[in-house]
């Protein structure tokens, strides 16, 4: 059975059930499966006053999909999946030039929006159908629920969506996930996390950034509920930990960053929120000093480091976190390969092999032909992840490859470095970035540190980074030692809740 009817097709189970839960707002699965229904006409009808050239028709081009992350976009993307079209998620808040660059790299064959649109995105999408106040509630009073036609919906290798990642170049790539790469996915979710009945999960992740996937189709598929937390309300600590308090969630999904903010909050612990059983990270290193504090404050919930690029689907590796875990390594460990993968290490990269790699990049041959190749025709993918497989066939991540960098003549990773920085008690978070001349040659290593110390002047400053040195140098070469420290109260977040060292690289 395809995801969409498998979803859909719970309304007839529980029609009642929530599906989709905002902040003031609960929509049951009827109310999911009518919304998809009504957009699906509308979308037909718009498609059949275009005049489509044959390929058009027959190709199943991609619909853009704008908007924030709420009950109609949801009920958008999956509507656009029903008639067989891959959507492309692309979040409301995003920069108008980044939209247009995505617009014009994908062309899509309509964009739906479910947000009011400013003039310049009006003038950017050719063609928009606003579904911005769609009176769809008029429909789900009814006991008996349309008849739905699954017969044209996305299924085995025809596309899903197309999530667009940045890029290391800015231009960015359009990652085309099948609907094979996104069931696996999910079956994958479905069975190696705990199984709760009922269960409440966090979706917090943009719909733009693949994390999301993590949220929306498990739930979906077995009869969760989405609690869906607005960027509005993440990027306002007040009204996050508000609702935090004010909502119950049993599997927890962000990147570590998000969780870190979430830590600061003393009532964020397992007495006031004994619901909340189990928590999946990814999208960037899960740190022994978050796991240990996520630990304290929750000791009896699973946590699970889960690892993988958007070209992979998600995640393809997976770790429950313990505390013997914790004891025995400096850097924890990202999984074991979920069924269908078999992870590789060509010389320290690691490989991504198997039935999560996704199609390559849409209308990017070229970029494609560079990452995605196959291995015993099988699709792999180059992850530009530098790691090792151990004894037990663990996978043991070491650092972005690109973030290697030649200093004084010494190869260095630069998250090896920042690692060993955070053991330290009074070191929070580390990052440490090169600084460059103007013939691109490291000329400094700067480290970035967040910590809760005060400095009441330079001279307290230069004995604490006397301190940090000295005990850096335990652990580290003397030719790896950053030449600079600078401290901050807390780091700039990406848009998807990622360190954003882009940010951090301005402050070099
Ligand atoms: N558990 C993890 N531990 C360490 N690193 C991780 C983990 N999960 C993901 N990552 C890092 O995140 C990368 C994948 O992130 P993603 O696909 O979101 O792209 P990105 O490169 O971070 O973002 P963009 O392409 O938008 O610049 C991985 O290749 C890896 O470097």
């Keep these: 059975m395809n995801l969409v009817e498998e979803i859909l097709e719970k309304a007839k189970s529980y029609p009642e059930r929530t599906a989709f839960e905002e902040k003031d707002k609960a929509y049951s699965y009827q109310e999911l499966y009518c919304a998809v229904n009504e957009l699906s006409k509308l979308i037909t009808d718009r498609l059949v006053s275009k005049t489509l050239t044959d390929q058009e028709t027959q190709l199943k081009e991609p619909l853009l999909i704008f908007g924030k992350n709420s009950f109609l976009t949801l009920a958008a993307m999956l509507a656009t999946n029903l008639l067989g079209h891959p959507y492309i998620p692309v979040d409301a808040h995003t920069p108008f030039e980044r939209t247009a660059m995505i617009y014009t790299a994908a062309n899509p064959l309509l964009t739906i929006s479910s947000v009011e649109l400013e003039a310049e995105f009006t003038a950017l999408f050719h063609d928009t159908l606003v579904v911005e106040d769609l009176d769809w509630q008029s429909f789900t009073g009814k006991n008996v629920l349309p008849p739905l036609d699954y017969s044209h919906a996305v299924s085995g290798e025809e596309s899903a969506y197309l999530?667009?990642?940045?890029?290391?170049?800015?231009?960015?790539?359009?990652?085309?996930?099948?609907?094979?790469?996104?069931?696996?996915?999910?079956?994958?979710?479905?069975?190696?996390?705990?199984?709760?009945?009922?269960?409440?999960?966090?979706?917090?992740?943009?719909?733009?950034?693949?994390?999301?996937?993590?949220?929306?189709?498990?739930?979906?598929?077995?009869?969760?509920?989405?609690?869906?937390?607005?960027?509005?309300?993440?990027?306002?600590?007040?009204?996050?930990?508000?609702?935090?308090?004010?909502?119950?969630?049993?599997?927890?999904?962000?990147?570590?960053?998000?969780?870190?903010?979430?830590?600061?909050?003393?009532?964020?612990?397992?007495?006031?929120?004994?619901?909340?059983?189990?928590?999946?990270?990814?999208?960037?290193?899960?740190?022994?000093k978050t796991a240990h504090k996520l630990l304290t404050a929750f000791p009896s919930a699973s946590i699970f480091n889960t690892y993988g690029p958007t070209e992979a689907t998600g995640a393809v590796t997976s770790i429950k976190i313990t505390p013997q875990l914790l004891k025995k390594y400096e850097r924890l460990p990202i999984g074991y390969a979920k069924p269908g993968v078999e992870i590789k290490i060509i010389d320290n990269e690691i490989i991504i092999v198997g039935n999560s790699v996704a199609k390559g990049y849409y209308k990017n041959l070229e970029k494609t032909n560079i990452s995605f190749f196959?291995?015993?025709?099988?699709?792999?993918?180059?992850?530009?992840?530098?790691?090792?497989?151990?004894?037990?066939?663990?996978?043991?991540?070491?650092?972005?490859?690109?973030?290697?960098?030649?200093?004084?003549?010494?190869?260095?990773?630069?998250?090896?470095?920042?690692?060993?920085?955070?053991?330290?008690?009074?070191?929070?978070?580390?990052?440490?970035?090169?600084?460059?001349?103007?013939?691109?040659?490291?000329?400094?290593?700067?480290?970035?540190?967040?910590?809760?110390?005060?400095?009441?002047?330079?001279?307290?400053?230069?004995?604490?980074?006397?301190?940090?040195?000295?005990?850096?140098?335990?652990?580290?070469?003397?030719?790896?030692?950053p030449t600079k420290f600078v401290y901050l109260t807390d780091f700039p977040l990406t848009q998807n809740g990622k360190v954003d060292r882009k940010a951090l690289a301005e402050k070099v």
């Design 374 to 481: 196959n291995i015993a025709g099988q699709p792999a993918y180059h992850t530009g992840d530098a790691g090792y497989l151990d004894e037990n066939g663990l996978l043991h991540y070491q650092g972005r490859i690109d973030f290697q960098v030649k200093f004084n003549g010494y190869r260095i990773e630069l998250q090896d470095i920042e690692s060993n920085l955070q053991k330290s008690d009074s070191v929070e978070k580390a990052v440490v970035l090169p600084k460059t001349n103007d013939q691109h040659k490291v000329t400094a290593l700067v480290a970035f540190i967040q910590t809760n110390q005060k400095f009441v002047d330079k001279a307290s400053e230069r004995a604490f980074t006397k301190q940090v040195k000295a005990s850096l140098s335990q652990s580290i070469m003397d030719y790896m030692m």
């Design 163 to 288: 999530i667009y990642t940045s890029g290391t170049t800015g231009i960015p790539k359009g990652v085309e996930v099948s609907h094979n790469n996104l069931k696996s996915f999910t079956q994958w979710m479905n069975t190696a996390f705990l199984t709760l009945d009922k269960n409440r999960i966090l979706s917090q992740a943009l719909y733009s950034f693949d994390l999301s996937i993590f949220s929306i189709y498990p739930s979906l598929t077995t009869g969760g509920t989405l609690v869906s937390i607005s960027r509005d309300e993440t990027i306002n600590f007040k009204h996050l930990f508000e609702r935090l308090n004010s909502t119950v969630i049993n599997t927890w999904v962000s990147t570590p960053s998000f969780l870190d903010i979430c830590l600061l909050e003393p009532s964020f612990k397992e007495a006031t929120h004994p619901e909340l059983k189990q928590f999946i990270f990814c999208g960037e290193e899960l740190t022994v």
